[in-house]
């Protein structure tokens, strides 16, 4: 069956410490992997989206990237992390145009 | 371009209400639409789907019938839970250009025993 795993749940980092999220997934191929940041209360903001390795589009200009080293390998990063950047950040992954399935989550505090 | 507007929140109903969340589209082409609960905590889980127009998606007690003359699809549940208490997103996919996903802002449901 099809899974998705991100990790750590929860992290709580200095401002202008470097970020590194992962998510990966197993029992598909060639997915479709997203990253989305939803600040407290609101609701998702799409970051990046992937349709192949290496392929990263990008929603929002910001301090953060995407990379996609392995065909079910996404990681999220930072350089220099801001206040801003708090919040509860979700890997998805679909195939094709149908639902996508959501990982559990990571909280991230930035301090 | 592709939009998704629902109620806005929270919504308090007592044990064994009927529910009623509102959503509205805006898209090109024929979209799949989806509706998705987010407990507390926790990653957004599928709750029911439809992928043409008048299918009509259920489970666990909840409905939403795609209905392409008034671009809606509305979520009901006839009798809800105290364990419904949850956020709820309307979500479209678009089926040309980007493999993207169009999410409502969430409308919070509380439940009161």
């Known amino acids: 069956s099809q899974t998705i795993h991100q990790w750590p749940a929860t992290l709580v980092q200095p401002v202008g410490s470097p970020l590194s999220l992962e998510c990966t997934v197993e029992?598909?191929?060639?997915?479709?992997l997203y990253w989305y940041r939803q600040a407290a209360g609101r609701g998702l903001q799409l970051l990046f989206y992937?349709?192949?390795?290496?392929?990263i589009s990008s929603e929002v200009p910001q301090n953060l990237s995407a990379s996609r080293p392995q065909d079910r390998q996404f990681i999220l990063s930072s350089k220099k992390l801001l206040l801003s950047d708090s919040g509860f950040y979700l890997c998805?992954?679909?195939?094709?145009?149908?639902?996508?399935?959501f990982g559990p989550g990571t909280r991230l505090t930035v301090l | 371009g592709n939009s998704v507007t629902q109620m806005e929140g929270p919504v308090t109903l007592s044990e064994e209400a009927f529910l009623t969340i509102n959503c509205t589209y805006t898209?090109?082409?024929?979209?799949?639409l989806f509706w998705y609960v987010q407990y507390p905590g926790e990653g957004l889980q599928l709750l029911l789907k439809?992928?043409?127009?008048?299918d009509k998606g259920s489970n666990k007690g909840f409905e939403a019938t795609y209905r392409k003359e008034t671009t809606s699809f509305h979520l009901e549940k006839g009798s809800v839970q105290v364990s419904d208490s949850a956020v709820y997103f309307c979500?479209?996919?678009?089926?040309?250009?980007?493999?993207?996903?169009?999410f409502g802002t969430g409308t919070r449901l509380k439940v009161l025993a």
């Open positions: 029992g598909t191929s060639n997915p479709n």
């Open positions: 439809a992928t043409k127009a008048d």
């Open positions: 979500a479209l996919s678009t089926t040309s250009g980007t493999y993207k996903y169009i």
């Open positions: 898209a090109t082409g024929y979209p799949s």
């Open positions: 992937s349709v192949g390795i290496g392929q």
């Open positions: 998805a992954f679909s195939r094709g145009f149908d639902e996508q399935f």
